[in-house]
């Protein structure tokens, strides 16, 4: 196997397209001073992406336990296989620790979360000022280190396809 199944495809481009769009929606509502309705809207929304992330990422790591990948070409040197591997062990780490951590934090500050305004989610712990501000410090940490993880990701996928010419990137792509 050369490339990645269609459903890995859609999964991959898809949790992009939402990750991007939440570290957008967080950087732009914790910009907003106050409490106005625009800056409660996108927490709401933030809160809804983050969710949606955290339900394809249980969807994805199920397939990709049953799916493998396909394997990386000779060519490639094995301390770059390794980087790669841990790259993506990584971010699977944080699309669960960075929604999990935020839907905590938003528990301790006293805000539970209703999935698109119809859904309530469990309420799994009380309001606690203490607890709140440790959620907040790992979910800025999480997030923190995952927008430089996918950065890092980008830039060697770039790598791969323009300067190494190795067919690499193009695994993962759904047309060619």
């Known amino acids: 196997m050369t490339r990645y199944t269609k459903t890995t495809m859609l999964l991959h481009w898809l949790m992009a397209l939402?990750?991007?769009?939440?570290?957008?929606?967080?950087?732009?509502?914790?910009?907003?001073?106050?409490?106005?309705?625009?800056?409660?809207?996108?927490?709401n929304w933030h809160k809804w992406l983050g969710v949606t992330v955290l339900a394809l990422a249980c969807v994805r790591l199920l397939w990709r336990i049953s799916h493998s990948a396909p394997a990386y070409p000779d060519s490639m040197p094995k301390w770059m296989q390794m980087a790669a591997h841990g790259v993506h062990h990584l971010l699977y780490f944080?699309?669960?620790?960075?929604?999990?951590?935020g839907y905590f934090y938003s528990?301790?500050?006293?805000?539970?979360?209703?999935?698109?305004?119809?859904?309530?989610l469990p309420v799994l712990i009380e309001p606690n000022p203490e607890l709140k501000v440790i959620l907040q410090t790992v979910h800025n940490i999480c997030t923190k280190v995952m927008?430089?993880?996918v950065l890092a990701h980008i830039g060697a996928a770039f790598k791969h396809h323009f300067i190494d010419k190795d067919g690499i990137f193009k695994r993962i792509l759904p047309i060619g």
């Open 18 to 43: 939402l990750i991007i769009a939440t570290f957008a929606l967080g950087a732009t509502m914790t910009e907003i001073q106050g409490i106005t309705p625009t800056k409660l809207k996108y927490y």
């Open 147 to 149: 927008f430089f993880v």
């Open 94 to 101: 944080l699309f669960f620790a960075v929604p999990l951590s």
């Open 107 to 120: 528990l301790a500050a006293g805000f539970p979360v209703v999935y698109l305004g119809i859904i309530p």
